[in-house]
Nanobody
Framework: VQLQASGGGLVQPGGSLRLSCEAS????????MGWYRQGPGKQRELVAV???????TYADSVKGRFTIFRENPRNTVHLQMDSLKPEDTGVYYC????????????????WGPGTLVTVSS
């Protein structure tokens, strides 16, 4: 499994970025996909998940500002990030083959190298 994330960069507060992750080596249409992030000095946290049927789940901290969507023909999942805040700063990781257990989404075994997002004036 290979996950290649792109689209990170430096943006001012209130700005927007779109992250993309192209997956290979998996049956993409049958894979729930997600984005995690790890801020400076923080633990990695789940940001957004999209199921194989297109159902979206978001962390409370990004609801209404971030949108996850998938392009199955291109084996790609995107994260549109609007109204960015300094606390959104971190390395963003794509994850594939996520599973839903009990009441939570759990990550799959494969992680991409991540892409850095810095929100600062």
């Amino acid at each position: 499994v290979q996950l290649q994330a792109s689209g990170g960069g430096l943006v001012q507060p209130g700005g927007s970025l779109r992250l993309s992750c192209e997956a290979s080596g998996i049956d993409f249409r049958s894979s729930a996909m997600g984005w995690y992030r790890q801020g400076p000095g923080k633990q990695r946290e789940l940001v957004a998940v999209i199921s194989i049927g297109g159902l979206q789940t978001y962390a409370d901290s990004v609801k209404g500002r971030f949108t996850i969507f998938r392009e199955n023909p291109r084996n790609t999942v995107h994260l549109q990030m609007d109204s960015l805040k300094p606390e959104d700063t971190g390395v963003y990781y794509c994850n594939a083959e996520m599973v839903y257990r009990a009441t939570a989404w759990l990550p799959g075994n494969s992680w991409g190298p991540g892409t850095l997002v810095t929100v600062s004036s």
